[in-house]
């Protein structure tokens, strides 16, 4: 199909009008309040970049993408639909291990029809820049460094991915760790660097590398992105994803450059971008660098401070005297955690909630920045459920209030509220933010029983004298403090 001369100027101003939509619906997307919406704008700007792609001169192989495309769509719409809220930050793990892939598998297809190009052309003397027109598949020499580049990172970002995927799931250990381990980690990233130098300057130089060389670059990057992430704790995953979020956008940023894709650099411009941000966001919420993250032990099913004695005694509490200590105080908070969004409790806990706030209770609830197995986990669980977002408080603006709160009700959080993080320097998670719940006068823990959090720790606000321990799951617990307090009106 021949297309008319001007039509390569209508799919750039497509990808210039796509990349706002990209902007604006990221920019909506940093308040719960938006969104919903910003995610529908964005979608629409990527719906117009993909149909404009195809208007592109050369196009070819179109029934194979539309194909792809076809099947891309339905599953992630199924997967989408029945993944449970608690599974998300599984799925998020694994798109974005897609899309590293996929930019991996881009950048490796162009340097392999470069060089299969460049084996055409007699090997007598390197390839002189005005001659590089006469190779079937021109890569400048920046463009072959961004090409290896993308297929690095993007490998890396795969099956990092992947790994991390495999222990949200719980089908692998949080941690896998052995002697010498950074070590090995290093010869395998040098081994995939030096192969990638070699076949990069054999290119450049105009010569076709040996396939070998490429082959090994390829597969020492994705061995390289298991082993960086195997020893990387459970409770560090929400971070790890971010990061490899980041790798994936700029890997396709990279191969956007190497396709001269407009479109493709922009995105991967703004998901590399939003990752590093948030990257550091999270880190910064946990007190830790990238580095503490990468090469740490938070998070590893055990440390220093597991071994230390906590003082005091597990406490039960009665579910109707916790709703009669609730029913009558002045201000109560209530802190989420990912028990609840296993147990699906967030509806119930709202009801608890507009119980009490009829009898007149000040209801707050507080959620730490890493809560849950992803940012902003408990800010859309509670969201789903209906309650305002005014009554949602972040972790720096409730803090100074625990002091003044009568009961702070905890459910399902473990790690972001242990006072350890401020007290025990042994302990993996000292000097990591947490919500000070064990300032407030009066503490009620929900939990189905005596087992840890994430980082593997023991908790020291369930021994403490002013905490209560209310044994069972989420949701059954939240129906008996509802069903307490209704008792409390007859």
Not at 194 to 203: P, S
Request: overall charge neutral; hydrophobic content about 55%.
């Amino acid at each position: 199909m021949v297309l008319p001369a001007w039509m390569p100027t209508v799919v750039e101003a497509i990808y210039f009008i796509a990349a706002v939509l990209f902007i604006w619906g990221l920019k909506r997307m940093s308040s719960p309040r938006t969104a919903r919406n910003g995610i529908i704008w964005a979608g629409i700007g990527m719906a117009a970049a993909i149909v404009a792609t195809f208007f592109l001169p050369g196009m070819h192989n179109l029934p194979l993408m539309i194909g792809a495309i076809v099947v891309g769509v339905v599953l992630s719409w199924i997967v989408g639909r029945r993944v449970p809220m608690t599974a998300m930050p599984q799925m998020v793990a694994l798109f974005n291990g897609m899309g590293g892939g996929a930019a991996a598998a881009i950048g490796a297809v162009e340097l392999i029809k470069f060089n299969a190009a460049l084996m055409l052309v007699p090997d007598t003397s390197p390839i002189q820049p005005e001659a590089w027109v006469n190779v079937a598949v021109h890569l400048s020499p920046v463009e072959l460094v961004l090409a290896f580049l993308g297929v690095l990172i993007g490998a890396v970002s795969f099956t990092g991915s992947l790994i991390a995927f495999a222990k949200l799931q719980g089908w692998m250990d949080r941690r896998f760790v052995f002697p010498l381990q950074r070590w090995v980690n290093l010869a395998i990233f040098a081994a995939a660097v030096v192969c990638g130098a070699l076949a990069l300057a054999a290119g450049i130089e105009g010569h076709a590398f040996a396939w070998g060389l490429l082959v090994g670059f390829v597969v020492l990057s994705l061995v390289f992105g298991i082993a960086m992430t195997l020893p990387i704790g459970g409770a560090d995953m929400p971070v790890v994803i971010s990061m490899y979020n980041a790798f994936t956008g700029l890997a396709v940023a990279f191969e956007g450059f190497v396709l001269q894709n407009e479109a493709m650099i922009i995105a991967g411009m703004v998901v590399g971008a939003a990752g590093t941000l948030l990257t550091q966001l999270m880190a910064k919420a946990m007190n830790r660098s990238l580095g503490n993250v990468l090469f740490g032990n938070f998070g590893g099913g055990g440390g220093a401070g597991e071994s230390q004695e906590i003082a005091g005694a597990l406490k039960p509490i009665d579910a109707n005297d916790a709703a009669v200590m609730m029913a009558y105080a002045e201000r109560v908070a209530i802190v989420p955690g990912y028990g609840m969004a296993v147990a699906q409790a967030q509806h119930k806990i709202w009801e608890f909630a507009k119980l009490l706030i009829a009898r007149g209770v000040k209801v707050k609830f507080a959620i730490h920045p890493v809560a849950g197995r992803m940012p902003g986990h408990m800010n859309v669980l509670l969201a789903e459920a209906g309650v305002p977002y005014d009554l949602i408080a972040d972790m720096d603006d409730i803090n100074p209030e625990f002091p003044n709160t009568d009961v702070a009700l905890v459910i399902g959080a473990n790690d972001v509220v242990n006072p350890v993080a401020r007290t025990d320097k042994s302990s993996p998670i000292y000097g990591m933010p947490i919500l000070d719940v064990a300032n407030a006068k009066n503490v009620i823990v929900i939990k189905r029983g005596r087992g840890k959090g994430f980082a593997g720790i023991e908790n020291a606000l369930f021994y403490a004298d002013n905490t209560r321990m209310l044994y069972g799951d989420g949701q059954a617990a939240a129906g008996e403090l509802v069903a307490g307090l209704k008792t409390l009106d007859v």
